[in-house]
């Protein structure tokens, strides 16, 4: 080939190559870039949007870097309000646990995690009018102001046993979070105390009064898998114990009848997208009721009061509690619920 034909050749080429890049614009000249994804598609099938991702330093193309929450990685993307946790009145106050009066439940933490529940009500007091230090925070349920009979009298909780063994359950879940209520007889200190010596202060998630809540996986990825809520005023000292009825409301509480348990708004303001269902009767003697609760918690009886609430408030309820969470299916709820995007929509097959 002669010199100059060689030349048009070669001019040829490289024009052919530089129309080709024109067509298929930058980055041509060194393919080793990136490719831009689409953040909204999820091009390693984790269930997780590229741009998600990408915002949180996860691999959107490892289907192996990713996380998983309450069991699916599209839960991650809902926000914390946008999800119904299955939550115990007096979790604490069970037959396994010893207590022998004013019982609520016939099994412990350990039945209640296994079973699906993720959200507490604990009763922060001091072992008795003398005993009143650090050390001596206990779950006791009574009546507080009795003069006669003090509230861990009938039984206690060891609070720092509990709380370690919340922990340890937290840390062997994948990507659950966790929700505590305390009504509180105690020193906000000794509530930092309790939760700094069992490893809970580290991971609490703090919440802005009137902000929006993360989304579930922002708060697993972030650490910060626990909300406290305290039934106590607002303290500026303790900012990660939430004013409950500040950060959430509740429906009113311990009817005497079925027919009286309604949607209104009981302690808050209403607004609040955090909000508590609460779903329990007291017995004439103003206790838990063993008999009934299997009635409030059956399954079609307490997806209905829970669908009819949905649109009532128009917004789902957060937290649904319960009394003898064993009878009925709390936790089977919850699932159908979390699986509807709205109260109006297509109500999934019993779990
Ligand atoms: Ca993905
Ligand atoms: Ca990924």
């Known amino acids: 080939m002669s010199g100059e034909r060689r030349f048009i050749v070669m001019r040829s080429l490289w024009m052919a190559l530089l129309l080709v890049c024109s067509l298929f614009g930058p980055g041509c000249f ?23 991702e990408e915002e949180r330093g996860l691999d959107p193309l490892n289907g192996s ?3 998983v929450c309450h069991g699916m990685a599209e839960y991650c993307l ?10 115990t009145h007096n979790s604490f106050a069970t037959i396994e646990d010893g207590v022998w009066m004013a019982m609520n439940h016939y099994t412990s933490l350990q ?35 009795s003069t006669f009979l003090h509230p861990c009298i009938y039984s206690e909780v060891d609070a720092y046993a509990w709380m370690r063994h919340l922990g340890s359950l937290m840390n062997n879940s994948s990507g659950d979070v966790v929700s505590l209520l305390l009504e509180n007889y105690v020193p906000g200190e000794h509530l930092e105390v309790l939760f700094n010596q069992t490893g809970m202060l580290d991971r609490v ?17 972030n650490g910060t898998d626990l909300v406290v809520y305290w039934d106590y005023q607002y303290d500026e000292r303790f900012p ?3 004013h409950a009825w500040t950060h959430s409301w509740d429906t009113p509480y311990g009817e ?55 649109e009532e408030v128009g917004d789902r309820p957060t937290f649904i509690a319960v009394d003898y969470w064993e009878d009925g299916e709390v936790t089977n709820v919850t699932i159908t619920l979390n699986m509807m995007p709205d109260w109006s929509g297509e109500v999934p097959g019993h779990p």
Not at 79 to 87: G, I, L, M, Q
Request: proline share 8%; aromatic share 10%.
């Open 78 to 87: 809902r926000s914390y309000d946008n999800f119904t946790f299955p939550e």
């Open 111 to 145: 039945a209640q995690w296994d079973g699906g529940i993720r959200a507490y009500m604990l009763d922060t007091h001091h072992l008795s009018k003398e005993d009143t230090a650090v050390e001596d925070v206990r779950f006791c349920h009574g009546d507080p102001d």
């Open 256 to 310: 005497q009848e079925q027919d009286e348990m309604s949607c209104r708004v009981g302690r808050g303001d209403g607004i609040q997208p955090v909000w508590h269902l609460n779903n329990w009767l007291s017995s004439t003697f103003g206790l838990a009721d063993p008999v009934r609760a299997g009635q409030v918690n059956d399954y079609d009886t307490l997806l209905e009061r829970t669908l009819g609430c949905w």
């Open 30 to 52: 060194s393919p080793e870039e990136p490719r831009e994804l689409d953040p909204g598609a999820d091009d390693d099938g984790d269930g997780l949007p590229n741009g998600w």
């Open 65 to 67: 870097d990713g996380v």
């Open 205 to 221: 998630f703090v919440h802005q009064p009137g902000q929006p809540w993360p989304s579930i996986g922002e708060m697993v990825l």
């Open 240 to 242: 990660w114990l939430h």
